[in-house]
């Protein structure tokens, strides 16, 4: 597995203990709001952050990409 890998599945754990969530949820929620791509993307920046920046940026991006 790549280090993006690694580090996708990472989030996905952390951001599912942050919030009570289980593993399908967490799933659903990263598909809905493309958030696998995102932190793919972004890998670079983000893995030089902290657990709960890295859960504050995830809620961000999915309130920017809510629709109003």
């Not at 952390?14 to 593993?23: S, V």
């Not at 696998?36 to 972004?42: F, H, K």
Request: overall charge negative; charged content about 25%.
């Amino acid at each position: 597995m790549s280090k993006e890998g690694k580090f996708l599945v990472f989030c996905l754990e952390m951001y599912k203990a942050a919030k009570n969530l289980t593993g399908a949820e967490v799933i659903s929620l990263f598909k809905q709001y493309d958030i696998t791509d995102y932190v793919i993307s972004c890998y670079e920046a983000l893995h030089t952050t902290g657990t709960e920046y890295i859960i504050e940026d995830i809620d961000l991006f999915i309130a920017a990409r809510k629709p109003l």
